[in-house]
């Protein structure tokens, strides 16, 4: 059953800890990405990745962290410097890194904090 | 900052009329899209629609793209109440190594 499974679906942080999200594709696509969606509103790209041991900021990197060590692997951790971890974190992958192909999303994070 | 933005933000319709969304958008575009998204969800793709495309049917889909008002609108025919989610347009980037997706439009289908 191919597709993008991201772990866990609810996640709470306590202040001042960093948390890690999971994100986990068998569809063999080279590029991998992360977004925050904030109640009501759209996608805002924090990092992503197009191959393997390669990473790039997006628009809302600060207060983030990623690595890109497995292909079928991106995890992301929310770090204590961002002060409004608060929100809806989804992770895509694309069959590669060039910006124009489909994007395949999985069902998302849900990130609060205590 | 967003590159595409929706229009309207929500629409409510019965079951059976016509929904339209409309996405205006900056920059030169390679392809835009659009996605679906059911309330806590992942995003789905719709349908890719390319820079020197026009038009683009898929099922009860219809997107129109005119790139000189640099707008993009998304129709759907005879809704359903399974309809009822928010639709995103995306754009890639000048690189091509990102898509920038806009604010949405909130679609409710009452049965």
């Known amino acids: 059953d191919g597709g993008i499974t991201q772990s866990p679906k609810y996640l709470f942080r306590k202040e001042g800890q960093n948390v890690t999200l999971s994100c986990e594709q068998n569809l063999n696509h080279d590029a991998m990405y992360w977004y925050r969606q904030d109640p009501g509103q759209g996608l805002r790209l924090i990092y992503y990745?197009?191959?393997?041991?390669?990473?790039q900021k997006g628009d809302i990197a600060e207060g983030y962290s990623v690595s890109r060590e497995k292909k079928e692997s991106f995890p992301l951790t929310v770090t204590s410097a961002q002060k409004n971890p608060t929100a809806f974190y989804l992770c895509?992958?694309?069959?590669?890194?060039?910006?124009?192909?489909?994007?395949?999303f999985g069902a998302g994070t849900r990130l609060s904090v205590l | 900052s967003q590159q595409g933005e929706e229009d309207p933000q929500a629409l409510s319709i019965q079951e059976g009329e016509n929904a339209t969304m409309n996405c205006s958008y900056k920059?030169?575009?390679?392809?835009l899209q659009w996605y679906r998204q059911n309330s806590g969800r992942g995003l789905v793709h719709l349908i890719l629609i390319r820079s020197n495309e026009r038009e683009k049917h898929s099922g009860r889909l219809r997107v129109t793209l005119d790139t000189s008002k640099k707008s993009s609108s998304l129709l759907i025919t005879a809704s359903r109440a399974a309809d009822t989610a928010s639709y995103f347009c995306a754009t890639d980037d000048n690189a091509g190594n990102m898509l920038t997706f806009g604010g949405g439009t909130r679609l409710m289908v009452k049965p």
């Open positions: 895509a992958s694309s069959i590669s890194g060039n910006g124009i192909g489909i994007q395949y």
């Open positions: 990745s197009q191959i393997v041991n390669d990473f």
């Open positions: 920059t030169s575009i390679n392809n």
